[in-house]
């Protein structure tokens, strides 16, 4: 299995963030610099939905150029799954894929984590690549 390293408080802010929008699903963007620094962006959930999630066009776009600016990329995009388990559902891999099949954010990891034992919540790394899903583990550092 692919490994990745994840900076511990990366994984907390994204697992307080989910606790945080709790009963709705949340949603939000990794960016990672020229010196590896990984960032958490929240973002809005503009469904406001227990079971999807949308970000908003133009925070999206602020967001990216914000992460971009800093001669930065998009490493991750996360959100939460508020009653099922962290893995992509059949509605993240189409939001995640082209009408052609081909992927939307090529070479960006998917984190989900998932809710639903608030007592233990958790996040898992996915790549979904032309519509197939390949976990890869999470490596703190």
């Not at 709790?22 to 963007?29: A, F, K, R, V």
């Not at 979904?128 to 890869?136: F, S, T």
Request: hydrophobic share 35%.
């Amino acid at each position: 299995m692919k490994k990745i390293h994840v900076q511990i408080e990366i994984i907390n802010e994204m697992i307080n963030h989910s606790i945080e929008e709790n009963p709705n699903e949340c949603c939000g963007l990794i960016g990672i610099n020229s010196n590896q620094a990984q960032n958490v962006f929240k973002m809005s959930n503009i469904d406001k939905s227990p079971y999807r999630y949308r970000m908003d066009p133009k925070e999206l776009l602020d967001t990216l150029t914000e992460i971009e600016s800093d001669g930065g990329k998009l490493y991750a995009i996360y959100h939460s799954h508020t009653h099922s388990e962290a893995y992509p559902s059949a509605t993240d891999v189409r939001i995640a894929t082209w009408p052609d099949g081909t992927s939307v954010w090529p070479n960006v990891y998917y984190f989900l984590v998932t809710l639903q034992d608030l007592n233990k919540p958790y996040a898992r790394a996915f790549e979904i690549n032309d519509g197939e899903i390949l976990e890869v583990e999470i490596v703190n550092s």
